[in-house]
């Protein structure tokens, strides 16, 4: 049960206290009258205090028609949204909210108690047919034509458009206005994603999961007028005309004052300048110009590793002629003191450099990563789920043996580095491949550390096909790590594979053959599924 289920729940008999109170006043005649009174007095004690909390800064409110029906489409970023947009104009706007809020405790009495219009996702003409109704009857609508908060649902926050910053737009909008001949008003609204974002509510993952104070924005734009073509309406039409309304609301907003910061539009990393440093890098062979191979292979390396400890996949890919990419990550590969000012966002980024550059080469990407590595393949997978169509878990860092390790960001305040632990149980093994820095930067694995709990946040919208090995005899990450991995990912095809000699190294330490025809197995059969 996810969490705000579980307070919808406890909220439930509140609810229906609630709703006898409202029965009664409805058949006392009396619920009417006392609305349209309480809707006056709570949105003059709300602005007060959104003027004081986010100082609310109000733009372009002339661009709303003071009468006549209009539609105000404006972006969504959190729960705040729709109530600093109800307070912040002084004339009353009504708002459409999706069917499924008519099962949320309290949330439904407040869209009832402010006429709000559900719709059914899919498609409702019902709906659609009240909303141009409300619009005839000189109604200002509001509708988020993105249908969502991104990072709300299953709807993750970077399934953004790069020229817009936006999820891919609804046509609703765009249909009202072509129905009525009423003006579409776009809106952008900034600084509530950061106030209150999805991960404090509804997904519970910032803690307090209460509104911050942070300045917000709303700014409106000029009138859009949508004239219905002469001929018969097509697909086509209402994208083009709801690209047209999504980039007039892009242009409003301050991507920078999101609680993830962006720069729209969003660059292409592909580029040159963005390539990471490779240790082994294959291009598909034997393809016709502009033609790609079916599956390329990503490897991503540990902390403190050298690729080497993830190349014994090489000859085995060479053999199977998959082309593939062995990223050095930032940091990793020279000396210790390098790692020192490198965080997560670092080796992620060359992770996704490195998978976008294969990317063009190859139709699908199934990668592999070990420990750290295994983080940024798990990340790769839910962002990328378009492109990802397998990954390999290997010993991934999600929870740390050392139970000590939750203190590394206080010591990093007063030691620069600290000693690598042993990755390996045997010695031989140890003499030959150890390659792994002797040392680490302590601010370096407070990053690691701090991506960990990042990385289970994610785990959700993990969906392509996973195998995840782990060693009983770990020494660096907790076991257990594999099994929060398997229950959290919404893969359907998931196993979970166990060792029991090997140390964190698993590549190279005592069941290294295994671990690699374990991993090679899992790339074959995804590559069968791919041709």
Not at 285 to 299: D, E, S, W, Y
Not at 351 to 371: F, M, P, Q, T
Not at 456 to 475: G, M, W, Y
């Amino acid at each position: 049960m996810e969490t705000y289920e579980l307070v919808n729940k406890v909220l439930m008999p509140v609810d229906q206290v609630v709703g006898l109170g409202v029965d009664a006043l409805k058949k006392a005649g009396l619920y009417e009258p006392l609305k349209v009174k309480f809707n006056g007095t709570i949105k003059t004690m709300m602005k007060k205090s959104f003027d004081k909390q986010y100082s609310l800064e109000v733009i372009g409110e002339e661009n709303i028609p003071e009468t006549g029906g209009c539609i105000i489409a404006s972006n969504h970023r959190s729960w705040l949204d729709a109530q600093v947009l109800g307070v912040g104009t002084r004339r009353r706007l009504y708002f459409v909210a999706k069917a499924d809020f008519k099962e949320w405790p309290m949330l439904r009495r407040t869209i009832d108690l402010a006429d709000g219009i559900y719709v059914k996702r899919g498609g409702d003409k019902d709906a659609l047919d009240q909303i141009i109704q409300a619009v005839n009857d000189g109604k200002a609508v509001v509708i988020f034509p993105e249908g969502t908060i991104p990072g709300e649902e299953d709807v993750p926050r970077w399934d953004v458009e790069k020229d817009t910053g936006l999820l891919r737009g609804h046509s609703g909008a765009v249909r009202i206005a072509m129905a009525t001949g009423a003006p579409i008003i776009p809106c952008g609204l900034s600084g509530t994603g950061l106030a209150y974002p999805p991960e404090a509510y509804p997904r519970f993952e910032v803690f307090p999961p209460m509104p911050r104070p942070a300045p917000v924005t709303i700014r409106f734009g000029k009138p859009l007028y949508v004239k219905k073509p002469v001929k018969d309406l097509t697909r086509e039409d209402l994208a083009r005309s709801t690209k047209k309304v999504m980039l007039a609301m892009s242009e409003l907003i301050d991507f920078t004052r999101d609680f993830v910061p962006t720069v729209v539009p969003i660059r292409d990393k592909t580029e040159p300048s963005f390539l990471p440093r490779y240790a082994f890098t294959r291009s598909p062979k034997g393809l016709k110009a502009g033609q790609k191979a079916p599956l390329g292979i990503l490897v991503l390396h540990g902390f403190t590793s050298d690729v080497h400890c993830v190349d014994p996949l090489v000859p085995f890919l060479d053999a199977e002629d998959l082309p593939y990419r062995l990223p050095i990550l930032r940091g990793h590969g020279t000396k210790y003191q390098d790692m020192e000012g490198v965080t997560n966002r670092d080796w992620y980024e060359d992770g996704e450099n490195a998978l976008l550059d294969l990317y063009r080469e190859c139709d699908k990407i199934l990668v592999v990563g070990l420990s750290m590595g295994g983080l940024v393949a798990l990340e790769l997978a839910a962002r990328h789920r378009d492109k990802v169509v397998g990954v390999a878990s290997v010993a991934a860092a999600l929870k740390f043996a050392d139970p000590m390790a939750f203190m590394t960001p206080a010591l990093a305040k007063v030691v620069k580095f600290w000693p690598s632990p042993d990755a390996y149980h045997d010695d031989e093994c140890r003499k030959r491949e150890n390659r792994n820095y002797p040392k680490f930067s302590t601010t370096a694995f407070a990053s690691l550390y701090e991506y960990a709990h990042k990385v289970t946040n994610l785990l959700s919208f993990v969906k392509a096909p996973i195998v995840i090995v782990e060693t009983h005899k770990d020494q660096v990450v907790n076991p257990a790590a594999a099994t929060v991995i398997y229950k959290k990912v919404s893969s359907k095809d998931k196993n979970l594979v166990w060792f029991e000699k090997s140390g964190h190294e698993m590549f190279l330490d005592m069941e290294a053959p295994a671990v690699v025809q374990t991993v090679m197995t899992f790339i074959r059969r995804i590559r069968a599924q791919q041709n």
